[in-house]
């Protein structure tokens, strides 16, 4: 079966570009998580969603950054305008309710 | 203080060693707890759930300390293969797992 799924797997841009992370979810699973990963700050929860809609966003950083999920199959995290210090592994996870299964990771560098 | 704190380590064991982690954790009303391991530039994968009354699978042992709030990991007969980050979760609202991670403890097993 395939796991969770995310593209691009590696992203660099430069700063004040938009950044456009997407996700495909494992079937049948409700959850939705996006995270982030830095040496500094570990792993930290930016947005949830169940059944496609967003639950608690408090974890995102600022404006620049939003989440979408149009449809079970698809979600999106997009940083507009990107900044060095966005520089991170982006972790989309799924759950059908119990633990979370993580995607392999985007991971963008800001230059 | 962060909710969920774990000794980053490295933990440097030779083979066949015993070796145990700690993680802490704030909130008293927390409802599930995990440790997921994550290797070099890979995703969490979950290594085993933790329940109330400890458990076991293989040389991995999980115990809870509600008391004291804090989960504890015990890896016996140490492998070259358990080199890794170990990170513990908390899920503080039992809201779809939406876990809250710990900074991670790395291990090294020598030979």
């Known amino acids: 079966d395939a796991g969770v799924i995310q593209s691009p797997r590696h992203e660099v841009t430069e700063m004040g570009q938009e950044v456009t992370l997407r996700c495909k979810p494992i079937?049948?699973?409700?959850?939705l998580f996006w995270y982030r990963q830095t040496m500094m700050r570990g792993l930290e929860l930016l947005i949830y969603f169940n059944n496609n809609v967003p639950i608690d966003d408090s974890g995102m950083p600022e404006d620049r950054f939003s989440a979408k999920m149009p449809n079970a199959s698809f979600s999106t995290l997009k940083i507009q305008p990107s900044e060095p210090r966005d520089s991170a592994v982006y972790f989309c996870?799924?759950?059908?309710?119990?633990?979370?299964?993580f995607g392999p990771g985007t991971r963008l560098t800001v230059l | 203080r962060k909710e969920v704190e774990q000794d980053p380590g490295p933990f440097n064991v030779p083979e066949g060693a015993t070796v145990a982690f700690n993680c802490t954790y704030s909130?008293?009303?927390?409802?599930?707890f995990f440790w997921y391991r994550q290797d070099c530039r890979k995703e969490p994968k979950l290594l085993m759930s933790v329940y109330s009354s400890g458990n076991e699978d293989g040389r991995f042992t999980a115990q809870l300390n509600r008391a004291s709030q804090y989960i504890s990991l015990l890896i016996r007969d140490s492998k070259l293969s358990d080199s890794a980050t170990y990170l513990c979760?908390?899920?503080?609202?039992?809201?779809?797992?939406?876990?809250?991670f710990g900074g991670g403890t790395r291990l090294m097993v020598k030979p």
């Open positions: 996870a799924s759950s059908p309710g119990t633990n979370p299964f």
């Open positions: 979760a908390v899920n503080f609202n039992n809201a779809g797992n939406m876990l809250t």
């Open positions: 079937s049948g699973h409700d959850y």
């Open positions: 909130n008293s009303a927390s409802q599930s």
